[in-house]
Structure formats: structure tokens, C-alpha cells
């Protein structure tokens, strides 16, 4: 039976729509014989997509991953920078959860989402163990993504049993099977399991080479560099202007801005054009001026940070100039420089680095 004509028998199943007396209540389906075997093939089918078949059959989302390990690991073959087993399974683990959220909102619903962060989470600390400990040798990232591969492969499958767990009905393993199925077999979905895996391991390895290059500082905070240059393991995006000194109310420009990724190969900041700012789980540093009527010279400047995890960075004061800081406090009727900043970072955040007019990433 094709799967074409599977889900054709499954939609003619007609749910009651109200209880009789001694039935189920209205909108479950009696589990008979019949159904609890439909519901054990449906099963038997989602863990075949979800994990794959190895080399004997089609590609399942696992594999789709996978294959995320893989261009993850080319973009970054020429990286030099060796680095500490510990930084790279916590920075792993910064963007997990983060990355399964981005791919359940791609993919279709919060049952999937489940799956996905949990898997991601089994093969994080899988990973923990397999990188080492600190005294064991620094990692290039190569073999970063070699250990990530095996975790995964070891790891990642058991999140299936979250999947089964809401399977208990034929209508809900109807639903289950189909999107599982979606997303292995569906090429457009299939890419985005792809890229998500891609970007978490492009976001880790940023994370961790932060976290080496400034001491004393966590995969997970902004490091201790200022926010007005690009420095490695951040994204540092530039050129916003904001006509507002002698204009009320203020307009911020977004257009034409520059974006640097440094310590990255040339080839690995590229993969970053098409992401939205506000999905790079990385560092991110945003700097710009506000214009000065009738003259070249730069105008008052201004700088700020957000976290990995997309929370806003500590502001810091000496990084605004006190020109720029009354600008901001009346964007879009801010009320105070603080706010003003949040109003800015609003206006870039849900677009592409490619949307905001960077044709390519610098270093």
C-alpha cells in the first residue's frame, strides 16, 4: 500500500461526535484491536524517519542532521584556533535549545519541538564526555565535529520515545507520522534540519572561541572586550544612522550596514548572511552613529550588546556618547537612552544580515 493511500484510509476514519451511552466520550476513538496495530505500524514507520535507515534505505531526519555536522565541519577546515574540550560542550550546549526552537517553528508543533530539544540535549552531554576533560588536549574543529557526529549518532534517537509517548491515539499518531514523514522526506523541510544543525554547530564553535580568546569569560556572556569593535567570537554588526539631532521625531537607517565574524574563515562568515540576527546565538555587538547636519566629521556614536541567548547585554554608559543617548531616549518615544537602544535593536533584529544590505561578512 502506498503512502498516498495510508493516509487517504486514515482520513476516512470518522471520530463521533457525541458520546453514546457505554461509548467513549465524544471525540476520542475507541482503541480496538484494529487501531492499536494501525497506531504500532505508525510507529514503526516515525522511527524509521526520525532515525533513518542507514545505508539500506531513505535518509531520516537524523541523517538530515548529520549532514549539518558535515558542512559545518567543511566551512570551518581552516579555522587554526585549537580549543578546550570544556568551552565547546558548554557552547553546544548554549545553542541546543535555541536551535530545536528555531527548527520546531519551521517544522510544524510543540510535540516535534519536544523530540528535537531533547535529543539535542542527550547528545550535548554525550559530547561532554567523549571531548574530555580540561587536561586533556585542545580540539580542532574537525575533530570538534567528529566527536559531535558520534554523540549524536549514539545519543540523539532515543528522543523518538517522546514522539511515542503522544502516539497513544490514532489520531494523534496520524499526526505524529505525518510530520515526522514531512520532515525527512519533504526536501524544503529536509534543508531545514540541515541548516539548523549547521548554524548550532557554527553558533558553538563562535561561542567557545569567545570564551578562549577573552579570559574569564563564559561561551555565554558578552566577554570582556568593549562593544564599539569587532573582536573574536562575536558578531559585530555597524553602520546604523540615526538623523535625530535637530529631527523629532528621530529616524534610524538600517540599510547598507557591515558585519564582521572574526577569527572565521572567510568561507565560514558567509553562513551567516541569510540567518536573522535575532537567531544567531552568538554574541552580538551593534554600533552606529547619529548624523550631524551640514558636516563630514562622524557623529556621536553609539554601541551595544546582546547575549547568546537573546537577552540585552548590560548597557554600558561610556560606550553611548551624551549626544547620542538624548537621541535615543526620543526613537520611536523611547523615553530614555536605555529603552531607545532596544527600539534600535527591534528594527534589525527579525531580518537577514543579506536584508540589511551586507553583501559579505568581514573578518
Not at 457505554?22 to 476520542?28: L, M, Q, R, S
Not at 517553528?105 to 580540561?134: N, Q, Y
Not at 544543525?197 to 567557545?208: F, G, P, S, T, V
Not at 539631532?245 to 528621530?250: G, R
Request: hydrophobic share 40%; with cysteine.
Amino acid at each position: 500500500m502506498s503512502q498516498d493511500q495510508r493516509h487517504k484510509d486514515l482520513d476516512d476514519v470518522r471520530v463521533p461526535h457525541a458520546a453514546a451511552p457505554g461509548h467513549p466520550e465524544a471525540g476520542k476513538q475507541p482503541r480496538t484491536a484494529d487501531s492499536a496495530a494501525e497506531i504500532e505500524r505508525l510507529k514503526a514507520e516515525v522511527r524509521l524517519a526520525y532515525v533513518g535507515q542507514g545505508d539500506a534505505g531513505q535518509k531520516g531526519v537524523m541523517d538530515h542532521k548529520l549532514q549539518g555536522v558535515d558542512d559545518a565541519s567543511s566551512y570551518l577546515a581552516q579555522q587554526s584556533d585549537a580549543l578546550g574540550p570544556d568551552l565547546l560542550a558548554t557552547a553546544v550546549k548554549i545553542g541546543a535549545s535555541a536551535a530545536a526552537g528555531a527548527l520546531g517553528v519551521a517544522t510544524g508543533g510543540s510535540v516535534i519541538l519536544g523530540a528535537v530539544i531533547a535529543g539535542g540535549t542527550a547528545t550535548a552531554f554525550e559530547l561532554m564526555d567523549r571531548l574530555g576533560r580540561a587536561n586533556l588536549p585542545d580540539l580542532d574543529p574537525i575533530a570538534f565535529c567528529s566527536k559531535y557526529e558520534t554523540s549524536l549518532r549514539l545519543k540523539w534517537p532515543g528522543s523518538v520515545d517522546l514522539l511515542f509517548a503522544r502516539m497513544h491515539t490514532l489520531e494523534g499518531a496520524r499526526a505524529i507520522h505525518r510530520d515526522v514523514l514531512a520532515m525527512s522526506q519533504d526536501p524544503q523541510r529536509a534543508e531545514l534540519v540541515v541548516a539548523n544543525q549547521k548554524n548550532e554547530l557554527m553558533d558553538a564553535w563562535i561561542n567557545a572561541l569567545k570564551a578562549k580568546t577573552q579570559k574569564e569569560t563564559d561561551p555565554g556572556d558578552m566577554g570582556t572586550k568593549g562593544f564599539e569593535d569587532s573582536t573574536a567570537g562575536r558578531l559585530h554588526i555597524e553602520g546604523i544612522v540615526i538623523d535625530g539631532i535637530n529631527k523629532d521625531p528621530p529616524t534610524v537607517g538600517v540599510n547598507g550596514l557591515k558585519a564582521k565574524v572574526t577569527g572565521l574563515p572567510k568561507l565560514a562568515r558567509q553562513q551567516f548572511k541569510d540567518r536573522r540576527v535575532n537567531d544567531i546565538r552568538v554574541s552580538r555587538t551593534v554600533e552606529g552613529r547619529c548624523t550631524i547636519p551640514a558636516s563630514t566629521h562622524p557623529g556621536p556614536s553609539f554601541a551595544f550588546g546582546r547575549l547568546p541567548d537573546g537577552t540585552p547585554a548590560d548597557p554600558k554608559q561610556d560606550e553611548v556618547d551624551a549626544t547620542a543617548r538624548a537621541v535615543l531616549a526620543r526613537v520611536d518615544g523611547a523615553g530614555t537612552w536605555e529603552e531607545g537602544v532596544k527600539r534600535v535593536w527591534n528594527k534589525i533584529r527579525f531580518r537577514t544580515l543579506r536584508q540589511l544590505g551586507v553583501s559579505t561578512v568581514d573578518n
